[in-house]
C-alpha cells in the first residue's frame, strides 16, 4: 500500500519570501502524485499534479513541484508568497495500474505573514 | 452554482441521533466519495461508488452507511451518532482520466464540506 508523509505540520513564512513545502511517499510501484490546497472553510481543489514526463510541475498561483524518483519526494514550492497563499496544503499519491484509491498526507498549514 | 454541494455545512446533533449529510453534483462523474477530515489526520476515505450499483468500503466505513441514489446524488449516514464521529466530512467526485494500458488516475472535486458536530 502506498503512503505520504508531510513532516511539516505548520510553515510560516513572511510574505515574499520563497516557500518549499516537503512530502515524501512511499510506494512498491509507480505513483501518480498530487498536490491539493484548502483555503479556509473552503473545500479541497487541485493545485497541481503529476502523471508522467516532464518532472517538474506547474500548478496554479505560482506554485510548482518537482518530482524526485530517487528520493520518493514530490516538494511544492513558491518563489514569492502572498498572504493569499495562508492555507492548507495536501500531498496525496495514488498507484499506477488498475484503480487505486488516493492517499492524502496529514497537510502542511501555511502561514503567510505580513 | 457550484459544481459539487452538501448539505448541511453545519450540523450540532447528539449521541445517538441518526444523521444524513447529502452531496449532490453536477459535473457529470460516475464517481463519488466522503472523506472525513479530522485535524493532523488529513483526510481518510469513508466510503466510495464508482456507479449508482458500485459501492465500496473506504478505510474508516465502520459507524457508517452510504446511498447513492443516482449518479448525482451520493448521501452519507450516521446510523448511532456518537462523539468521536465529530469532524468535517467532504464529498468528492472524480474524473476519469485513460492513459496507456491500464493505467489511470482520479483527480477530485471536493465540495465545501459539512461540520459534524455530535455531543
Known amino acids: 500500500a502506498q503512503s505520504v508523509t508531510q513532516l511539516d505540520s505548520q510553515v510560516p513564512v513572511f510574505e515574499e519570501a520563497p516557500v518549499e513545502l516537503r512530502c515524501n511517499y512511499s510506494?512498491?510501484?509507480?505513483?501518480?502524485l498530487f498536490w491539493y490546497v484548502q483555503y479556509p472553510n473552503q473545500g479541497l481543489q487541485l493545485l497541481l499534479k503529476?502523471?508522467?514526463?516532464?518532472?517538474l510541475v506547474k500548478g496554479i498561483n505560482g506554485f510548482e513541484a518537482e518530482f524526485n524518483k530517487s528520493q520518493t519526494s514530490f516538494h511544492l514550492r513558491k518563489p514569492s508568497v502572498h498572504i493569499s497563499d495562508t492555507a492548507e496544503y495536501f500531498c496525496?499519491?495514488?498507484?499506477?495500474?488498475?484503480?487505486?484509491?488516493?492517499?492524502f498526507g496529514t497537510g502542511t498549514k501555511l502561514q503567510v505573514i505580513p | 452554482d457550484a459544481d459539487v454541494t452538501q448539505t448541511p455545512r453545519n450540523r450540532i446533533t447528539k449521541t445517538g441521533k441518526r444523521i444524513m449529510l447529502e452531496c449532490s453534483q453536477t459535473?457529470?462523474?460516475?464517481?463519488m466519495y466522503w472523506y472525513r477530515q479530522d485535524p493532523g489526520l488529513g483526510l481518510r476515505l469513508i466510503y466510495y461508488?464508482?456507479?449508482?450499483?458500485?459501492?465500496n468500503k473506504g478505510e474508516i466505513s465502520d459507524g457508517y452507511s452510504v446511498s447513492r441514489q443516482a449518479q448525482a446524488k451520493f448521501s452519507l449516514s450516521l446510523e448511532s451518532a456518537i462523539p468521536n464521529q465529530t469532524a468535517l466530512y467532504f464529498c468528492?467526485?472524480?474524473?476519469?482520466?485513460?492513459?496507456?494500458?491500464?493505467?489511470?488516475?482520479?483527480?477530485?472535486?471536493f465540495g465545501p464540506g459539512t461540520r459534524l458536530t455530535v455531543l
Open positions: 461508488s464508482f456507479d449508482v450499483k458500485d459501492i
Open positions: 468528492a467526485t472524480s474524473d476519469f482520466m485513460g492513459l496507456a494500458g491500464d493505467s489511470y488516475t482520479d483527480t477530485q472535486y
Open positions: 510506494s512498491s510501484v509507480s505513483v501518480y
Open positions: 503529476y502523471l508522467s514526463g516532464s518532472t
Open positions: 496525496a499519491v495514488s498507484v499506477m495500474g488498475g484503480y487505486q484509491k488516493v492517499t
Open positions: 459535473k457529470g462523474h460516475d464517481r
